[in-house]
């Protein structure tokens, strides 16, 4: 294993290399995944759609009832430091909070305090070759527990289901829950028929990606249909294109599934709308 890097971090109110950065290993987010997390794209140093992640964060904390540490001046503080202290203009930051430190028991205890952390990484955004060819992905059953909603560090399903995909070369796994869509692994997944843009509802079942109101915001702009509702298994199989979307893949084009063409086999004209309207998105709500 190599080394790891000595970039800056933020750990319960110390800034340090990350290297040396340590926690108790009676930490519940370290025992019971008993913790939420956030990651913000950063695009030459400025935080996309901050706001809107920073909401998220505290949906998220919210509903496993963690208070939040921090309010958003003081996270956004804390994260411009780190952006400033990385070598690269274009990065990840990763927000984790944990519920602390106690002794070992189910219950949630009362009065401890968070343990608070932040990292951020060069951005690996997808290739232009990549963008050009598409991806391939492929399905599952969605097997995870049934609040995906929560941006959740206990992550072991979503693990188990990107494994799927990468034991056979994929890009991604698309999950299916009762013949229905749900996600991917760490994606969002879109369905493009007939020049308009479906995706699943938001409920338990789906994380609401920052990029799901991002995307809308995108189709209203350039006249694309937009509409949330329940799509069966065939819609998948069946789209003329077929998207996912998440924070390091910004808009990706998939143009095979389970080892078959979608569509014609190539990324859409819906893909190439949206990802230039992506770009555009980036210079223009980025603080």
Known sequence: MSAL???LCY?????TALADAKISVLDRGFIFGDGIYEVVPVYGRKFFRFAQHMARLNRSLASVRIPNPLDEAGWLERARRLVAAHSADDQMLYIQVS????????VMPKAIVPTVFIMTNAMKPP?????????????ARDFRWERADIKSTSLLGNVLARQISADVGAVETILL?????TEASSSNVWVVQGGALFGAPKS?????????????ELCEAEGIPYDLRPIAEAEV???DELL???ASKEIMPVTQLDGRPIGSGTPGPVFARLHAAYQRAKEAQSI
């Open 99 to 106: 519920r602390g430190v106690a002794p070992r028991d189910h």
């Open 204 to 216: 338990e079942h789906v994380l609401e990606g920052i990029r799901y109101d991002l995307i809308r």
């Open 244 to 246: 996912l979307s998440s």
């Open 127 to 139: 290739s232009a070759a990549l963008l050009a060819q598409g991806v391939a992905c492929v399905t």
């Open 177 to 181: 829950r009762d013949g229905l869509l």
């Open 11 to 15: 750990l319960n109110g110390e800034f």
């Open 5 to 7: 890097p000595d970039s």
């Open 237 to 239: 199989r069946g789209a």
